[in-house]
């Protein structure tokens, strides 16, 4: 899904090889990983109970399980989740759109500068799931607004969505000074994360394109992070579609994440 922005945010499209490298992981690091990041710890997607699933409507007009984003480009949590993220739904579609982009370097802000991408101008086509994403500020500090520039807001429904479960109610570990912290994932009212599922230190230093690159060896502190949380994602995601696609959902390393999850 796209929609409009209140901003042009200089936008800076990633490069076919950059989009290739994040979107197309081998299974083979998949597996080596499975859910295993010595380095920093990894938080599993969270299971809800007794929630209605959430679908929309495909390009197709197919009611799909949906996957609602909703987060900013400032935030350092949401350039670190968005890299775990895109890896785990291009396992189920394609990823169009895709811009590159960095945490705030606004002094004072956490992990300043950590690259990612944007969802900005995304698009998702995928007969297994929608993909919905609000990137609601840029990374530009308006002293005018004394804040970060607006770029997309969302509807109503996905701010009650937003309200309801990004709260500590429904989010264990967080406190009620906490609700409405971003990023704020749901896929499918199932399963929530809120904020990043590993810290954004662990890309520190790094250039996007480094990191993009890394990918492709499992034994990289960095990839273990990322693909563990992806994994994670994934088995979250096959609940979704009733473990479709069978290769993605029986593999090796989503099985592994599953067992740490408590699902089938």
Same mark, same amino acid.
């Given at each position: 899904?796209?929609?409009?922005?209140?901003?042009?945010?200089?936008?800076? =499209?990633?490069?076919?090889?950059?989009?290739?490298?994040?979107? #197309?992981?081998?299974?083979?690091?998949?597996?080596?990983?499975? /859910?295993?990041?010595?380095?920093? =710890?990894?938080?599993?997607?969270?299971?809800?109970?007794?929630?209605? +699933?959430?679908?929309?409507?495909?390009?197709?007009?197919?009611?799909?399980?949906?996957?609602?984003?909703?987060?900013?480009?400032?935030? =350092?949590?949401?350039?670190?989740?968005?890299?775990?993220?895109?890896?785990?739904?291009?396992?189920?579609?394609?990823? #169009?759109?895709?811009?590159?982009?960095?945490?705030?370097?606004?002094?004072?802000?956490?992990? =300043?500068?950590?690259?990612?991408?944007?969802?900005?101008?995304?698009?998702?086509?995928?007969?297994?799931?929608?993909?919905?994403?609000?990137?609601?500020?840029?990374?530009?500090?308006?002293?005018? +607004?004394?804040?970060?520039?607006?770029?997309?807001?969302?509807?109503?429904?996905?701010?009650?969505?937003?309200?309801?479960?990004?709260?500590?109610?429904?989010?264990?570990?967080?406190?009620?000074?906490?609700?409405?912290?971003?990023?704020?994932?749901?896929?499918?009212?199932?399963?929530?994360?809120?904020?990043?599922?590993?810290?954004?230190?662990?890309?520190?230093?790094?250039?996007?394109?480094?990191?993009?690159?890394? +990918?492709?060896?499992?034994?990289?502190?960095?990839?273990?992070?990322?693909?563990?949380?992806?994994?994670?994602?994934?088995?979250?995601?096959?609940? +979704?579609? #009733?473990?479709?696609?069978?290769?993605?959902?029986?593999?090796?390393? /989503? #099985?592994?994440?599953?067992?740490?999850?408590?699902?089938?």
């Amino acid at each position: 899904m796209s929609r409009t922005s209140s901003a042009t945010n200089g936008y800076s =499209p990633s490069s076919p090889t950059l989009v290739a490298q994040v979107t #197309k992981v081998p299974s083979s690091v998949f597996n080596a990983v499975g /859910v295993t990041s010595n380095v920093v =710890p990894v938080t599993p997607s969270q299971a809800l109970k007794g929630q209605s +699933l959430l679908t929309g409507a495909s390009s197709t007009g197919a009611q799909l399980p949906e996957v609602l984003y909703i987060g900013a480009e400032y935030c =350092p949590f949401c350039a670190a989740q968005r890299w775990a993220t895109i890896v785990a739904l291009s396992r189920f579609g394609t990823l #169009k759109g895709l811009g590159n982009t960095e945490s705030s370097v606004l002094a004072g802000e956490a992990y =300043p500068g950590t690259p990612t991408f944007t969802f900005l101008k995304t698009t998702y086509t995928s007969k297994y799931l929608v993909l919905k994403t609000v990137e609601e500020l840029n990374n530009v500090f308006n002293t005018a +607004l004394n804040n970060y520039s607006p770029l997309q807001k969302p509807t109503s429904a996905e701010l009650a969505i937003f309200k309801k479960y990004d709260t500590s109610k429904f989010i264990h570990g967080i406190t009620a000074a906490q609700n409405g912290s971003i990023p704020f994932l749901t896929f499918g009212n199932k399963f929530l994360i809120s904020g990043a599922s590993y810290t954004p230190a662990t890309l520190a230093g790094l250039t996007r394109s480094a990191i993009a690159a890394g +990918l492709s060896d499992p034994s990289s502190p960095v990839t273990a992070a990322i693909v563990a949380s992806a994994n994670y994602q994934t088995a979250a995601l096959c609940t +979704l579609t #009733k473990n479709q696609p069978s290769t993605v959902c029986t593999s090796a390393g /989503v #099985k592994a994440a599953k067992k740490v999850m408590g699902l089938k």
